[in-house]
Structures are given as structure tokens and as C-alpha cells.
């Protein structure tokens, strides 16, 4: 297959539309035509993984950090970014990375460490505000069927754990076609009654232009009459980190030694112990201190991120126990997403973890 397919599947899971503002996911470097020879996951780009890329003969990386996040004027090898887009170059190495556009959606990082974690009933921490649309249209009765299941197609109708929602009530329509018109039903120059459905529908924005594509080419008149509402409703399927509940307490310490073997924490650095019990847990994966006052409001017992400012140690003793637990660390899992994806979408592709630890922090 081809390596621009593999990449509309991880899209579709991930949507680059869902990424934060500073953020440059997305392709970073190659021509995606080519047939895929393999793809190697990490988390990051260095030399050493595209080195291992080469010797594998893998003609796909697939990263979670970005390698690119600033204009370049020159590509001279000046630093281990440019040297890594040389390699990929000269090797006709594509390299792609899924960032926060896999942060923010569902089943993206926060849900594997979750996982990881073993916490239940799962809900996003800062879900995402303003970024749904309603769809109202009206379609002749015999066609509402197939223009409602083209917008399902299309990514209308999803809340929580259910798809193909949407409100249908009867009606009539009205129209008089003019000169120059070729109406579906009804005659030039003479008032038309047609009996149509209302339908109602919600989607992500970002979909607006595949919904409206749907909708244009499956709805049988010549202007299909539509309206868009934008809607004030947080969109609680995507957004910032993750709270959820473990099954049974643990006290602080044993949880923090839970997460310590589960994550392989060189160093684990946490705030004043104050004999409280965890259960409810709430986390995001690498710099995740801003949701510090969401995992607060939520009634969190105790929010794990990957880096954690020292003020924050003081701000938050009272309120809830605090684990840092390393920015590679709380993220490294992210490859087995990408890899359980391309296993279920393209069995035949090889695909390799990277065996190199690209994590640049030691500890003594
Ligand atoms: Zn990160």
C-alpha cells in the first residue's frame, strides 16, 4: 500500500484538525506516492532512529513528537533536525508525526496510559469547547434515508458512545422554480408543496466540509436548502487529558510505587505525602501541569503528568498529590497505539517499535 493511505488511516483516527495551535503534527518530511516498505514507531525522531529505519530498509517513521516546529533557511546539518531530514532525504524516508491531534483524541495517549494504569470509566479532563456544528436540512421523504445515512457517513450524529443520532420531523416544503431551474419535482414557474423530512444533526466544525460535500451530492435538489448552527455544547469526546477511577483505593505510597514499575520512572518526584487514598485519577501524557486546576476542580485524589513547574509542588499539597513522572515516560506507550492501528488497518505492512530509548533525560 501506499504510504499516503497509511497516514489517511492514522487521520482518521487522529485528525489533524484536533491539534493545538502551536502545534506542526502532521507530515514532516517525504512524498507520501510511495508504496510503504515498513513503518517504524517512536516517540521521537533522532539519527538513531532514522538509522535504524535504514538498516530495517523501513521507508516510514512514524513519531509522536514533531521533528519540525520552527522555519529553517537552510538544511545544512547544523543540528541533529537538519541531520535527520538529510537522512530521511537522501533514504526517501517519509517521516509523519501524530502530536496533539492524538493528545486530544479519543483513544489517543491519555487512553493508553489509562490503560496502562488499569483506571475505569474514563472521561476527558478538558474536553473540547466550541467546536461543534448542528446540520438542519429538508429532504423529500423518499430520500431522507439515504441523505441521513451519507451524513452519518460523513461524521454527523456521534454523542458519547453512540452514532447515528439525529431528530427527523415531517413537514412541508415550498419552492417555485424560475427560469433557468431543472427541479427535481414540480414544474418552472409554479408554486410547489413537497412533503419533506427535517433532519437534525451534530458534527465536529472540522468536518464541515466533507458534511456539506455529503450533502450537496447525496440530497436530490438542485439547492438543497440547509442551515448551520454553531453550538455552545463542549464536545466531550475529544479534548486534554483523562480522569478515571483504579477499581480498589491504594494508599499514596503504594500507588505511587504502582505507577513507578508501570512506567519504568527513573526518578519519581511528587508532593507532600497527607495519608490520603487514591482512587480517582487524573493525568495527561508529557507537559500536562495546565490541567493542574481542571484535575483540582474534578476531585481528583491525584493528577500524574510528565513535567511539573516547583511552584506547582507548593500550589497544590493541600488539594491533591501530585506524581511527575517524566515526559517520556508518561508517553512512551504512544507507539503501541500507532502500532495496534496499523496492524488492524494494513496486516500485511511490517511494522517495528523502535528498540533505541530516544528519551534524552538520565538520571543519576
Ligand atoms: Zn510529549
Known amino acids: 500500500m501506499k504510504i499516503k493511505e497509511i497516514l489517511g488511516a492514522l487521520e482518521r483516527f487522529a485528525p489533524l484538525p484536533l491539534q493545538d495551535g502551536f502545534d506542526n503534527a502532521g507530515l514532516q518530511v517525504g512524498l507520501t506516492e510511495a508504496e510503504a516498505t515498513g513503518a517504524l514507531l517512536c516517540l521521537d525522531v ?65 487512553y493508553k496510559i489509562a490503560e496502562k494504569i488499569g483506571l475505569k470509566n474514563l472521561r476527558i479532563l478538558e474536553p473540547k469547547q466550541e467546536s461543534l456544528l448542528k446540520l438542519v436540512t429538508f429532504v ?13 457517513n460523513a461524521g454527523c450524529g456521534c454523542i458519547g458512545n453512540y452514532d447515528s443520532c439525529s431528530y427527523n420531523t415531517t413537514g412541508e416544503g415550498t419552492f417555485r422554480a424560475k427560469e433557468g431551474a431543472n427541479p427535481f419535482c414540480g414544474q418552472v414557474g409554479k408554486l ?42 463542549t464536545w466531550n469526546q475529544a ?10 483505593p491504594e494508599t499514596e505510597t503504594e500507588f ?25 485519577v487524573a493525568l495527561c501524557g508529557g507537559a500536562g501541569a495546565f490541567l493542574l486546576p481542571r484535575a483540582e476542580a474534578a476531585g481528583a485524589d491525584v493528577f500524574i503528568t510528565g513535567e511539573v513547574k516547583y511552584h506547582d509542588y507548593f500550589h497544590y499539597e493541600n488539594s491533591l498529590l501530585v506524581a511527575e513522572i517524566g515526559h517520556y515516560e508518561s508517553e512512551q506507550y504512544t507507539q503501541e497505539i500507532f502500532h495496534s492501528l496499523l496492524k488492524e488497518a494494513f496486516p500485511s505492512l511490517e511494522v517495528q517499535l523502535t528498540k533505541i530509548c530516544t528519551n534524552p533525560i538520565k538520571y543519576m
Open 140 to 152: 423529500p421523504q423518499a430520500q431522507a434515508d439515504e441523505v441521513r445515512q451519507a451524513l452519518f
Open 192 to 233: 410547489h408543496h413537497e412533503a419533506e423530512i427535517r433532519i437534525e444533526t451534530i458534527f465536529p466544525a472540522f468536518r464541515k466540509g466533507t458534511v456539506l460535500k455529503a450533502l450537496l451530492t447525496t440530497h436530490p435538489y438542485e439547492e438543497p436548502a440547509f442551515d448551520l448552527y454553531p453550538l455552545a455544547n
Open 46 to 110: 533522532t539519527e538513531a532512529v532514522v538509522d535504524e529505519a535504514v538498516t530495517l530498509g523501513y521507508n516510514l517513521i512514524i513519531s509522536h513528537h514533531p521533528l519540525l516546529f520552527k522555519g529553517y533557511k537552510s538544511l545544512t546539518g547544523k543540528d541533529y533536525i537538519e541531520r535527520c531530514l538529510l537522512k530521511a532525504i537522501k533514504n526517501d524516508i517519509v517521516i509523519y508525526s501524530a502530536h496533539t491531534n492524538l493528545d486530544n483524541a479519543p483513544g489517543g495517549v491519555n
Open 256 to 280: 505511587l510505587r504502582h505507577i513507578k514499575k508501570t512506567f519504568e520512572v527513573g526518578c519519581l518526584k511528587h508532593n507532600r505525602l497527607k495519608g490520603r487514598l487514591i482512587q480517582r
Open 239 to 248: 479534548g486534554a487529558g483523562i480522569i478515571g477511577e483504579l477499581d480498589e
